[in-house]
C-alpha cells in the first residue's frame, strides 16, 4: 500500500481558508468512507479533526470541515487561527484491517 | 477518561528485538467496539501504520513490516504490546499507540526508540 498524496505545504493569512487534498486510490479512499484527518503540533502527539469523511470528534472547532469527491478527500480550515498552524495527515482505511496515511501537509499562518 | 502510555527501551541495538508496551487506563481492553494499534513516525518524516490487535488476540499487519512484526495482548493487564524484530537504523522512529475504531481516536504521547550500537 502506498500512501496517500497530500501537498508538502498550505498558507493563508489569520482569517483566511486553506484547502488540503488528499489523494489515494479506489482501493483506499475511493472505496471506504472511512477517511480521517489528524492535526500534530511539533513534539506532540496526533489529534484525531475529522473521521469518517466529514464528521467532528467533540470538541473539535466547527471550522474544520471534511469531504470526499472519487479518489481524492480535502480538509478545509476556515477563519484560520495562529493555533491551526500545524502538520496534518490525512489516513484511509485500505482493506483487511489495515490503514494508510497521507504524506502531510505543513500549514502555516502567515 | 481513556489514556494510553507507550513503555520500552529508548535504545536498541541493531538486529535485535524492539519491545515495545502499550498500556491503556481509564477503560477497559476488552471493548467490543475498538481495536488497538501501532503507528511510527520516523524525525522529520510522516505516519506510518504498523498493525492493530482485538483484545480476542486477533492482528493484523502492515504487509510492508509483517515479515518482523507481532502484536499482543494481554487483558489482564489492560496491555498490547509490539515487537519488531532485526531492526536497522530505519526503524529508528517515534512509536504512538492508540485506540482503532475506523479512525485512531485517542493517541498515546509516543515514545521514541533509536537503533544504533
Known amino acids: 500500500q502506498s500512501a496517500l498524496t497530500q501537498p508538502p505545504s498550505a498558507s493563508g493569512s489569520p482569517g483566511q481558508s486553506v484547502t488540503i487534498s488528499c489523494t489515494g486510490t479506489?482501493?483506499?479512499?475511493?472505496?471506504?468512507?472511512?477517511v480521517s484527518w489528524y492535526q500534530q503540533h511539533p513534539g506532540k502527539a496526533p489529534k484525531l479533526m475529522i473521521y469518517?469523511?466529514?464528521k467532528r470528534p467533540s470538541g473539535v472547532p466547527d471550522r474544520f470541515s471534511g469531504s470526499k469527491s472519487g479518489n481524492t478527500a480535502s480538509l478545509t480550515v476556515s477563519g484560520l487561527q495562529a493555533e491551526d498552524e500545524a502538520d496534518y495527515y490525512c489516513?484511509?482505511?485500505?482493506?483487511?484491517?489495515?490503514?494508510?496515511f497521507g504524506t502531510g501537509t505543513k500549514v502555516t499562518v502567515l | 477518561h481513556l489514556q494510553l502510555q507507550e513503555s520500552g527501551p529508548g535504545l536498541v541495538k541493531p538486529s535485535e528485538t524492539l519491545s515495545l508496551t502499550c498500556t491503556v487506563s481509564?477503560?477497559?481492553?476488552?471493548?467490543?467496539?475498538?481495536?488497538w494499534g501501532w503507528i511510527r513516525q520516523p524525525p522529520g518524516k510522516g505516519l506510518e501504520w504498523i498493525g492493530e490487535?482485538?483484545?480476542?488476540?486477533?492482528?493484523y499487519y502492515n504487509p510492508s513490516l509483517k515479515s518482523r512484526v507481532t502484536i499482543s495482548v494481554d487483558t489482564s493487564k489492560n496491555q498490547f504490546s509490539l515487537n519488531l524484530s532485526s531492526v536497522t537504523a530505519a526503524d529508528t522512529a517515534f512509536y504512538y499507540c492508540?485506540?482503532?475504531?475506523?479512525?485512531?481516536?485517542?493517541w498515546g504521547q509516543g515514545t521514541l526508540v533509536t537503533v544504533s550500537s
Open positions: 492508540a485506540r482503532v475504531s475506523g479512525m485512531l481516536d485517542i
Open positions: 481509564g477503560g477497559s481492553i476488552s471493548s467490543s467496539n475498538y481495536y
Open positions: 490487535i482485538y483484545y480476542s488476540g486477533s492482528t
Open positions: 479506489s482501493s483506499d479512499v475511493g472505496d471506504y468512507d472511512y
Open positions: 469518517e469523511v466529514s
Open positions: 489516513s484511509s482505511y485500505a482493506g483487511s484491517n489495515n490503514f494508510v
